[in-house]
């Protein structure tokens, strides 16, 4: 059984950092597409950034966060991250963790999800 679970969200003030963290267990397969998405109040989830396992493809980077955020991975530790820096108060969202082995770049909907972190960025 696939398990995703992000960690690492609070509160911050602006132009602060934050990392989080998502652990995956239960992936059989070596290869497959890891992805951090965002949910504010209101809105529709979207995607964030995105990698694969194996660092294959360009990878993704939502607009709004480039050259802000920075994705990483710990495939030992079968670990993702996401280093949050010059965060504003429009990042506020729950942050969700997701994978899929079939999607590219970013999980589908359809993939295995955690059960979200949240992020608030105060003024």
């Known amino acids: 059984q696939v398990q995703v679970a992000e960690s690492g969200g609070g509160l911050v003030q602006a132009g602060g950092s934050l990392r989080l963290s998502c652990t995956i267990s239960?992936?059989?397969?070596?290869?497959?597409?890891m992805g951090w998405f965002r949910q504010a109040p209101g809105k529709e989830r979207v995607p964030v950034s995105c990698?694969?396992?194996?660092?294959?493809?360009?990878?993704y980077y939502a607009d709004s966060v480039k050259g802000r955020f920075t994705v990483s991975r710990d495939n030992a530790n079968n670990t993702m991250y996401l280093q949050m820096s010059s965060l504003k108060p429009e990042d506020t969202a729950m942050y969700y963790c997701?994978?899929?082995?079939?999607?590219?770049?970013?999980?589908?909907?359809?993939?295995?999800w955690g059960q979200g972190t949240q992020v608030t960025v105060s003024s």
């Open positions: 990698i694969r396992r194996n660092g294959g493809g360009s990878g």
């Open positions: 997701a994978v899929d082995i079939y999607s590219n770049p970013c999980p589908a909907s359809l993939g295995h």
């Open positions: 239960g992936m059989t397969r070596d290869d497959y597409a």
